[in-house]
């Protein structure tokens, strides 16, 4: 029996034989808490610079001197212990809320299953462990002049979370098992209120509710799930949530929980091999470099295809499911060319980053000019790089003086854009022999890339390069535009699709021989434990290796308990490191040292300690870097990451992104935050700083807008929405623009009217004027006719900028009474345009009343007043830099030269405008444009390129509008 007892889970607190022992001061009640669970003797310096870090060392000294005193019952009860140089505790007169929760929990671990599960031997001791759960460690309490002690104060309190919310999760399974559904709840509803973002708790409440026949509650936990995600997070569900749902609504309920079998000590099977599984010892050394086994078909064919490169080059694409060894394979290629001379470029995708625009390429080409590649580039034209410093700044300053890049809305500036990048890649990648282009986990790629890939691959025919790509299966599925994009490369030859599937057993045998010499039949149990998948037997052969695992006990975790392992090795670094870690995990998969520091809130020095630390461990490992640029920084793999980062406390993780939002918005040194915003927004939505998000993410929008990466803008536009930006009419305005151009009318008109709905009256002239424009392409004339009114009205007596609107509108009015025959009133619209632009001297206006006029004067066989017209539509609209008035004034050449008999003239124009309207992504004219061009060369007698741009007519039209509703209007766009 104690007498002594020391609780530290929830409010500290002492009792000797039943009596509460009062303390006098924080700091003793430190001291007995860190002494207990420490568990052994420490020095009276290293106490007191503990406790006293401000103090030097002989105030130090005294002031633990006083504090011992005042725990001077303490000692003359015998459970504190202390002479001249140092101070411990009767650990074995002492009972410990701590100790025995931990007791508790190892005890189960003797049961003989996989740690993750649960017999009916442990509930009894997780149920005690739970019970002894009162509160956090120590909570309440902390040392406001010690960061040392409420440092380790708050690794072992969150040690503790960790495993309480095991234990409560294991107990809520078991009871579940024995159908004590009312019991398994409340362990499961205690589980989900330690983090309530967790999915994996609502999921087993959702389930248990699900199989005590409570289906309502089932189905409120999963609107709960939604609501809550929604509101912290701004994201919805998992798909395995939502699937669990769907099976709830359906009736179709996952299988009930069972226990697990006890096998105590005595009941298990011996051996019976008289072959050692391995060396008794548990310190297994482990050989260095594992070998690349069971690859040795895909090998000869990386080889081969590299091997074949001539004037032309070759796509490999590796895929298979995650943890299959894409990346391992892909990088020992890498590696292998790269030693006979070939230049790599490579760069991973990652998940939640699809919103970066061009990020991927960014990256890689960063890197390889970060390792001299400038050198390289010195001879390309100023053009060239100015084009490419779209992406890549720095290159600007290798032709000092030259003019930047056009605008990307001039005539072919996205195919330009395009051209020079990849000019620049090339240049970086020139041989002999052939460079790689390595892009992994395409799979997570934004838009803009997939189509800067799109190009670079079509165009493979006279370039010796080598593109290696690799993608989960699973991630990218039919009809996905990767598999379109394969598909197209293979029908020219230039493909080659390796997919992986799992190791055989020979092949785990290889490996884990030469990982861990005599290894007898280790390899044999391994092939079976992993199912032959590369990532899981990677993480058993690390756990052996770092003695986490000892490969003479029976039970080992199986499969499914990876991330027991990872935490297995996560329990080996200190404090500092952990800390590291954890705000490494928030930057992402990878990181650089400032801004992980900074994030950290550890000095250079301790950062620098923790980040060789967690190599050493095989957590982290430390990748190229810029030359100047601050070292950098990959997890092993991102299971690890997400591990540590689910297991972070949500207050910490707040603060850890908050600090990453402030430190990468450092780095923009001045300048606009550009690529960086979307990144930034993303840290402080994380943070909880909704306010900050929504700006970071309205300019993240704009940056992507800027290059023409509509679909990405369109994304981070309504997370700014969503977060509450205080300008949500610009927002919707904007979110209404770019749907127009896709095509997507519905939505745009959603986008409109909610913009609409808060506007005052100046600006709601403006939005009316757009959503009649809408209504207008949909071919839906009456209601375009009632919104042009309304825009008319809400104009009232305009003046200023405001004549200049009103000319625009009688402009488009005018294009409208025109699709509808009547000529008069489209002529009278027409006229009063341009008297108005004329007035005002507005430029944008003034081009689209001479584009009108052309129209209607071609329509009415006066060539020369058509062609007068529309040549200074043009005109004009290149002075203003408009894009939109360029390609309709182009487009509307190109039929007066048709009709007038000058068929090159009108090719050219027609093909000029189609590039001009590509880079702007107005899919609707596009089509119009290709439907015109296929006119045009059947005219001339080309055939198999008619045909080619009706093809491509047919497919944009089919995706105008709304997909299920015929809408032959639609297609009969020719002029605007």
């Known amino acids: 029996m104690f007498r002594t007892s020391i609780s530290l889970l929830g409010a500290p607190r002492i009792e000797h034989d039943g009596v509460p022992v009062e303390v006098d001061t924080r700091k003793a009640i430190a001291l007995a808490a860190y002494l207990a669970v420490t568990k052994q003797s420490h020095t009276r310096d290293a106490l007191a610079g503990l406790l006293w870090p401000e103090y030097n060392q002989s105030r130090a000294r005294a002031a633990l001197r006083r504090t011992l005193s005042s725990l001077g019952k303490a000692r003359a009860e015998g459970w504190l212990h202390a002479d001249r140089e140092s101070v411990d505790l009767a650990n074995d007169a002492i009972w410990v809320d701590v100790t025995r929760f931990h007791d508790l929990l190892g005890a189960c671990k003797e049961h003989g299953h996989p740690e993750s599960e649960v017999c009916p031997e442990c509930l009894p001791p997780l149920t005690e462990a739970v019970t002894l759960y009162r509160d956090d460690f120590m909570a309440g309490f902390g040392l406001r002049d010690s960061v040392t002690f409420d440092d380790w104060q708050f690794f072992q309190s969150e040690s503790l979370r960790r495993e309480l919310a095991g234990a409560l999760e294991r107990l809520a399974h078991g009871r579940g098992a024995l159908g004590e559904w009312e019991v398994a709840i409340v362990h499961a509803r205690r589980w989900l209120a330690m983090d309530t973002l967790h999915e994996p708790a609502h999921r087993l409440l959702m389930a248990l509710y699900a199989w005590s026949d409570q289906r309502a509650a089932a189905l409120r936990q999963y609107r709960e799930c939604v609501r809550v995600l929604g509101q912290e997070l701004s994201v919805a569900p998992l798909e395995e949530t939502t699937l669990l749902y769907r099976a709830i609504q359906e009736n179709d309920l996952p299988p009930r929980p069972a226990l697990a079998e006890y096998r105590s ?12 599984l391995v060396e008794k010892s548990r310190d297994v050394p482990r050989s260095p470099g594992n070998p690349l086994v069971g690859r040795d078909p895909e090998w000869e064919a990386l080889l081969e295809s590299y091997r074949a490169i001539g004037e032309g080059g070759h796509v490999v694409v590796v895929e298979g499911e995650a943890g299959i060894g894409k990346t391992r394979l892909a990088e020992e290629f890498v590696a292998s060319v790269s030693a006979a001379g070939a230049i790599a470029v490579t760069a991973r995708c990652y998940a939640g980053e699809k919103n970066l625009a061009y990020g991927p390429f960014v990256e890689g080409l960063s890197a390889a000019l970060g390792r001299g590649g400038t050198d390289r580039l010195k001879g390309l034209p100023a053009g060239s790089l100015q084009e490419a410093a779209r992406l890549l700044p720095d290159l600007a300053d290798l032709s000092p003086g030259s003019p930047p890049a056009p605008p990307l809305d001039t005539p072919g500036a996205r195919s330009r854009f395009f051209g020079e990048v990849v000019r620049v890649l090339l240049t970086v990648l020139d041989g002999p022999p052939p460079g790689v282009l390595f892009l992994d986990d395409l799979h997570w790629a934004d838009d803009a890339s997939l189509s800067l890939l799109t190009y670079l691959v079509r165009r493979l025919d006279n370039k010796p390069l080598f593109v290696l790509l690799t993608w989960r299966a699973e991630e990218v599925h039919e009809g996905h535009r990767l598999r379109e994009l394969l598909a197209e490369t293979r029908r020219s030859g230039r493909a080659t699709t390796l997919i992986l599937g799992r190791l055989a057993q020979a092949s785990v045998e290889e490996l884990v021989g030469h990982a861990v010499p005599s290894a007898g039949m280790l390899g044999s149990r ?27 006990d029976e039970a080992w975790t199986l499969p499914g308990g990876v991330q027991d392992l990872l935490r297995t090795r996560l329990l080996t670094i200190g404090e500092t490191a952990g800390q590291v870690l954890a705000a490494a995990a ?76 402030v430190a990468l ?51 981070h536009y309504e997370e700014a929405l969503a977060l509450g930006h205080p300008d949500a009419i610009a927002l919707h305005e904007a979110i209404g623009d770019l749907r127009t151009r896709a095509g997507e009318y519905g939505a745009a008109l959603s986008s409109y009217e909610a913009a609409a709905s808060s506007a005052g009256q100046g600006h709601l002239s403006v939005l009316e004027h757009k959503i009649g424009n809408v209504h207008a392409r949909r071919g839906e004339r009456d209601l375009a006719r009632s919104h042009y009114e309304s825009a008319l009205e809400a104009l009232g007596e305009p003046e200023g900028g405001a004549a200049g609107e009103l000319a625009r509108l009688y402009a488009d009015w005018s294009l409208l009474s025109h699709g509808q025959d009547e000529r008069d009133e489209a002529t009278g619209f027409a006229r009063r345009a341009l008297e108005l632009a004329e007035g005002t001297g507005d430029t944008k206006s003034l081009a689209q009343a ?127």
């Open 265 to 276: 000590p005595a009941r298990r099977e011996p051996v019976t091999s008289t072959e050692p």
């Open 526 to 552: 391994l092939s079976d434990e992993t199912e032959g998948l590369p990532l899981f037997l990677t993480e058993y052969l690390t756990a052996i290796e770092k003695g986490g695992l000892d490969p003479g």
């Open 586 to 661: 928030v930057v992402g998969r990878s990181f650089d040292f400032d801004t992980v520091r900074a994030a950290s809130g550890r000095s250079e020095e301790e950062t620098l300690t923790a980040l060789e630390e967690l190599t050493s461990r095989g957590l982290i490992r430390e990748v190229g870097s810029a030359v100047g640029a601050a070292p950098a920084y990959d997890f092993d793999h991102d299971k690890l990451r997400t591990l540590v980062y689910e297991e972070t406390s949500l207050a910490r993780k707040r603060l850890l992104h908050r600090r990453a939002a």
């Open 665 to 715: 918005a450092g780095q923009t040194r001045g300048r606009e935050a550009d690529s960086l915003a979307g990144q930034i927004a993303r840290h402080h939505r994380l943070a909880g700083q909704d306010q900050e998000a929504a700006l970071y993410h309205r300019l993240a929008g704009d940056y992507a807008r800027s290059l023409h990466a509509n679909s990405d803008a369109i994304t």
């Open 850 to 976: 001479h584009n009108m006029l052309g129209i209607l004067a071609g329509r009415s066989g006066d060539q020369e007043a058509a062609l007068r017209h529309l040549e200074e539509s043009l005109d004009l609209a290149e002075a203003l830099g408009d894009s939109d008035a360029k390609v309709a004034a182009l487009n509307n050449l190109a039929l007066a030269h048709e009709q007038g008999g000058g068929p090159d003239e009108a090719l050219r124009l027609a093909e000029t405008a189609l590039a001009l309207c590509v880079a702007s992504g107005d899919r609707h004219r596009e089509a119009a444009l290709h439907n015109n061009l296929a006119d045009l060369l059947h005219a001339a007698g080309r055939e198999q390129e008619s045909m080619t741009h009706f093809k491509q007519a047919v497919e944009l039209f089919a995706e105008i509008g709304e997909r299920d509703e015929l809408q032959p209007e639609i297609w009969k766009l020719v002029e605007w």
